[in-house]
Structure formats: structure tokens, C-alpha cells
């Protein structure tokens, strides 16, 4: 596995399309989604894949992508075979880690406010 620098994640939930098809094309879709899964094999094995499930109760699933840029997750997800075939949401990841520390300094911002409107901020002690 080469070396993959860790910079933005990225949620990717697919609903597959229902419609009725062809057998005929019906047939291709599936390839489709053959070749897709083929894909997130290489992007695992090159890092960018943190993890994938399928949903147990619709046709569909989820991955976690770890790219560079919003570039990046452009072009992977133009490049899935599947696109023609899902919805697809995408919502940006962080860490809760981030989330703890934003938290503690919100807790510090609002904690030196005043009080009431008007009031002034008691003497640090």
C-alpha cells in the first residue's frame, strides 16, 4: 500500500435507482456495479477508501473516502461506473476530536460573556 497523507473525509451515501428495465439492460447495470466494487478495491488499497457497507434492507450503501481536495472526490465519484445508477449524497466528515476542542473554546467564549444584555463582564480574578 503506497503512502497516503490523510486530508478530508467524506460520506457517500448511494441509493441505487429502482426502475423497471430490460433483462437485456438490466444485465449491463450489473456489470456496472461489478466494475464499481472493482474499483473500491483499488481505492482501498490506495488509501482512499476508509470503509464501504452495503444496506442491508434497500439496494444501496456507504463509503467513507479519504481525498486531497473536493477535486479529487469530483473525480472519483465521476469515475464509478455506478453513477448513473444511485442518488447520491455526500456529506463532509470530521473528527470528533475537532469537534471536542471547538466546544471548549465556544465554552470559553460564551463563559466571558456578560450575563444579562447590558451587564458588564465581572473583574477576572
Same mark, same amino acid.
Given at each position: ?23 437485456? +439492460?438490466? @444485465? &449491463?447495470?450489473?456489470?456496472? $456495479? #461489478? *466494475? %464499481? ?27 467513507? +473516502?479519504? @481525498? &486531497?481536495?473536493?477535486?479529487? $472526490? #469530483? *473525480? %472519483? ?38 450575563? %444579562? ?9
Amino acid at each position: 500500500m503506497g503512502a497516503h497523507l490523510s486530508c478530508m473525509l467524506y460520506l457517500v451515501i448511494d441509493a441505487v435507482k429502482l426502475e423497471f428495465v430490460s433483462p437485456d +439492460l438490466a @444485465v &449491463a447495470q450489473m456489470k456496472m $456495479l #461489478q *466494475q %464499481t466494487f472493482s474499483i473500491y478495491r483499488e481505492l482501498k488499497e490506495q488509501g482512499k477508501l476508509k470503509f464501504a457497507y452495503a444496506f442491508a434492507d434497500s439496494p444501496g450503501g456507504i463509503m467513507v +473516502l479519504d @481525498v &486531497a481536495s473536493n477535486e479529487e $472526490l #469530483q *473525480q %472519483t465519484l465521476f469515475l464509478l461506473p455506478s453513477m448513473p445508477l444511485v442518488n447520491r449524497t455526500v456529506r463532509p466528515l470530521t473528527e470528533i476530536k475537532q469537534v471536542e476542542d471547538l466546544i471548549t473554546e465556544l465554552e470559553s467564549i460564551v463563559s466571558s460573556m456578560p450575563r %444579562t444584555p447590558g451587564e458588564k463582564k465581572p473583574p477576572s480574578s
